[in-house]
């Protein structure tokens, strides 16, 4: 019986995580991508994707150059190498790979010979052990950058610096025009840093620790967003001025407990439901605290961010305010994604979402009103 490569794909995406696994062992699954390990010794994941369930089963994208595709020009690229994987004639072979593989079709004189069931549970037992250890190495090592993101701002914030005299003040409040004076307290998340990093003698960070929410204490401190500043409190003239630190996915800046000034676990303990907004950028959030004092407010920190956050149970009502980035840009396509994601966790509680007509950010649109 002749197999329609339609009906092979199918077959192929319900077994795509053994079939990742198979052709690159020892990598790491974070959610519905699995990233095979990199060649080079100081990270643990390469540039490759691999997407192993999900509405995007099957699509993989090397991020360090343009190979990417199918199910079919995966086999192809790893069974029968890269350089002409998606050619007919290398496409022709993948296809018949994948039908022995997955015991389809035995055809007639074909190289492809069915693995032996021992030598099979053999290879699938190494590479789950595999996988296993170095989703553990990969665990340690996002404990340990958390650690150490932790200690930097824990370090910085015994320094005791009131933050309205700092430079992080003068930034925000003068290069910025934030209306700092109308939050109802400093947002306890910034300090200002002198880091032994720093190069610039007239450089040092606003950092902002980033929290997942679901932890408690101070292990809830994950990793730090970072924004370099001139001692007058300017944005300093380097090649790069903000970096996050740590392990930064699904967490936020907290900005503003709100109203009740409790934390969310606190507020879930008490079922106090609040409303809850979510920014991109940090100075983005400030705005938004300082208009709405009753919110709670976080930062991503970065786009594909947000779409990481895991949702309180007590946050009923849920306002992300977007960037104002072009309808076809890929930033608004990822910022679609990462709403989807956000309003599939609210379900029925009330959602909304924001986003300036005539500026590019919440920040900008506060600057063209005053």
């Known amino acids: 019986m002749s197999v329609e490569v339609s009906q092979l794909k199918v077959a192929a995406l319900g077994r795509m995580a053994e079939l990742a696994v198979h052709f690159a062992p020892g990598g790491v699954r974070d959610g519905n991508r699995y990233w095979p390990p990199s060649t080079k010794a100081h990270k643990a994941r390469g540039s490759l994707a691999i997407d192993v369930a999900g509405p995007h089963a099957g699509r993989w994208k090397d991020f360090g ?70 989703e553990r190495a990969e665990q340690e090592r996002r404990n340990e950058t958390a650690a150490k993101a932790r200690s930097w701002w824990l370090s910085a914030r015994k320094s005791g610096e009131d933050l309205r005299y700092s430079p992080v003040w003068a930034y925000l409040a003068g290069e910025r025009h934030i209306p700092m004076d ?16 720093a190069r610039e003698d007239h450089v040092g960070y606003m950092l902002a620790c980033m929290c997942d929410w679901q932890q408690t204490g101070t292990g809830c401190i994950r990793a730090v967003h970072m924004t370099a500043l001139t001692d007058d409190g300017r944005k300093a003239a380097l090649p790069v001025v903000k970096r996050m630190k740590g392990d930064v996915r699904g967490c936020a ?118």
């Open 253 to 370: 800046v907290f900005v503003s407990k709100g109203k009740s000034r409790l934390s969310p676990q606190m507020a879930e303990s008490e079922s106090e439901p609040y409303t809850l907004a979510i920014t991109e950028g940090i100075e983005d959030a400030l705005v938004v605290a300082a208009l709405w004092p009753d919110w709670r407010v976080w930062a991503a920190g970065s786009l594909g961010n947000i779409g990481a956050l895991a949702l309180p149970p007590m946050a009923q009502e849920i306002h992300i305010f977007a960037d104002n980035d072009p309808p076809d840009s890929k930033a608004r396509a990822a910022y679609g994604k990462a709403r989807n994601n956000l309003m599939a966790q609210a379900g029925s509680r009330a959602f909304y979402e924001r986003r300036p007509v005539q500026a590019k950010d919440a920040n900008e649109a506060w600057n063209g009103t005053k």
């Open 65 to 134: 150059g343009d190979d990417g595709g199918d199910v079919i020009d995966f086999v192809s690229y790893f069974a029968f190498g890269s350089g002409g994987y998606k050619s007919k004639e290398q496409r022709g072979q993948a296809i018949g790979w994948l039908k022995n593989w997955l015991g389809m079709e035995d055809r007639p004189g074909q190289k492809y010979k069915a693995e032996n069931p021992e030598a099979k549970k053999q290879r699938l037992a190494a590479a789950q052990s595999a996988q296993k250890k170095a």
């Open 182 to 197: 109308q939050l109802p307290r400093p947002p306890g998340a910034l300090v200002w840093a002198k880091l032994s990093q």
